[in-house]
């Protein structure tokens, strides 16, 4: 199922994402981005928000990085200016396009073992498994941002997986 070509794949996909819907928030200013829109993480900026402190946890579980400075509670005001936001997502891009690309197939058939804050307890799943549910995370959240976005007259790029490797238009390339 998970594969270490999955994982490189799933790590560009990720980029590519991000960097299209970064761009399309960019065009709708900070006050749009922060508004209360109804969404579980309430506005487009507490959704990205919540990505990337997840995505930060999950990189300090797999590569021993720095854990996120704030708790899951405030996951959607981790960052609060949008510069340092895209900043740092931009970083945590390339960190993950970084992992993925020393990801290995035995290293997949391990099991990954950390404390889980929201379960209040010790976990231990296998490590391909961890894999499929970060991505599937990135993509649940990336959805609900791309709805939000959409909805405020904004226009990220096409969101099919198929598409990852494919050429960019112009306006999109180049942006990680």
Not at 4 to 14: G, H, I, K, L, S
Not at 65 to 87: L, M, N
Request: charged residues 25%; hydrophobic residues 40%; contains cysteine.
């Amino acid at each position: 199922m998970v594969d270490p070509e999955f994982v490189r794949t799933m790590a560009r996909y990720n980029a590519w994402q991000n960097a299209s819907l970064m761009a399309a928030a960019e065009a709708l200013g900070d006050e749009a981005r922060k508004l209360d829109r109804g969404a579980f993480f309430r506005s487009i900026h507490g959704t990205f928000n919540h990505l990337l402190w997840a995505d930060e946890v999950w990189l300090s579980r797999l590569t021993g990085s720095e854990k996120p400075s704030v708790g899951g509670r405030d996951s959607a005001s981790y960052f609060e200016g949008w510069t340092h936001f895209c900043a740092r997502r931009r970083q945590r891009d390339q960190a993950i396009l970084d992992w993925a690309a020393t990801v290995g197939a035995d290293w997949l058939r391990g099991t990954l073992i950390w404390y889980s804050g929201s379960a209040g307890r010790e976990i231990g799943k296998p490590r391909g498994f961890v894999i499929a549910h970060l991505f599937n995370h990135q993509t649940h959240h990336r959805g609900q941002i791309h709805g939000m976005l959409t909805a405020a007259g904004a226009r990220p790029e096409d969101t099919d997986l198929f598409l990852v490797d494919e050429p960019r238009r112009p306006c999109c390339s180049g942006r990680l």
